[in-house]
């Protein structure tokens, strides 16, 4: 079957899976910057492309946990930087040079009465969570769209749509990543670049394991869950690899809530 514009349209009679091919998600020759790759959810994604082949570059601003990582997996390469320093985020982006995917993840959680929030605080999720990441997005997609090639998956949050009490800072950020992937999706697709961002509902990591680790938390926190549990990182991991790759090259500017259905509620 075949549709106006001459491409091939598949029918149920070109097969069972037609048209969805391993290769599809093989990274091979392909580099990955993820941040936040000391962290378990930019862990979890820089080990899943590198198991699809990809040469991974790694940053974060944990020294110790960035090494460890790069033990981790062998043909990684690291670097230290902080994101809410403008100049470390464009030495970053110098040091990655050509990235043929930017998964842009690095992010802290700030938790408590929004009326105790001190001036730092706002200043430091908010540099962190959403100047940092536009600022490196942009530094690579530059390059990008110089080579007319790649994909940036910014790392929202369930609660950039949801709100959540004792979490307005960070709801904010991330509120304003979905809308800056938008934004960049509309201007950039047309120039070779896509840009796409994975929202992660509740997934167990070091960010939020204080929390989980309290019962009445853990149980408010799945009471309002219809799948009745909370993420993990290797479903994130895999989610990642999905958006980055070919599979997914018609979505554009959307962001992918994985959250179990939270945000039905
Ligand atoms: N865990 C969840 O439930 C959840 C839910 C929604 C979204 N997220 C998002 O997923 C991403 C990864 O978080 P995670 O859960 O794996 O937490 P994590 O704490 O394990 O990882 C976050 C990583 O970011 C790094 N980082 C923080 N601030 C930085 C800075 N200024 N410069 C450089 N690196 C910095 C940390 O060192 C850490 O390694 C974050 O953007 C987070 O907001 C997590």
């Known amino acids: 079957m075949f549709d106006g514009s001459g491409a091939k349209v598949l029918s149920a009679g ?6 969805i091919e391993s290769t599809l998600l093989d990274f091979t020759a392909k580099r990955v910057l993820v941040t936040g790759a000391a962290g ?9 492309f590198a198991a699809h082949g ?15 990582r790069h033990a981790e997996i062998p043909g990684s390469a690291w670097h230290l930087f902080d994101q809410t320093d403008t100049a470390s985020v464009q030495q970053l982006a110098a040091w990655a040079g050509d990235v043929d995917v930017l998964m842009n993840n690095a ?11 001190t001036p730092d605080e706002v200043q430091q999720v908010i540099q962190t969570n959403l100047i940092g990441p536009m600022q490196l997005a942009i530094a690579i997609a530059n390059g990008m769209a110089a ?8 790392t929202a949050s369930q609660l950039a749509f949801t709100g959540a ?15 800056f992937t938008r ?13 796409v961002a994975l929202a992660p509902g509740r997934t167990r990591t070091r960010l939020n394991a204080h929390l989980l680790d309290d019962e009445d938390e853990y149980r408010r926190s799945i009471g309002r869950i219809p799948a009745g549990r909370i993420g993990n990182t290797q479903e994130m991991a895999r989610l990642a690899l999905i958006l980055a790759s070919p ?5 554009v500017g959307e962001s992918l809530i994985a959250d179990g259905g939270y945000v039905l509620e």
């Open 54 to 68: 990809a040469t991974v570059l790694l940053a974060d601003r944990d020294h110790s946990r960035l090494l460890a």
């Open 147 to 154: 080579r007319r090639q790649g994909v940036i998956v910014n």
């Open 14 to 19: 070109d097969g069972l899976g037609a048209g």
């Open 165 to 179: 009490a004792t979490r307005a800072l960070y709801a904010t950020a991330k509120a304003g990543v979905v809308q």
């Open 183 to 195: 934004s960049m999706a509309s201007e950039l697709g047309a120039r070779g670049v896509r840009v």
């Open 247 to 251: 599979l997914s090259d018609y979505i």
């Open 107 to 117: 992010g802290i959680l700030r938790t408590g009465d929004v009326l105790d929030a």
């Open 40 to 48: 378990d959810i930019g862990g979890a994604i820089a080990a899943a």
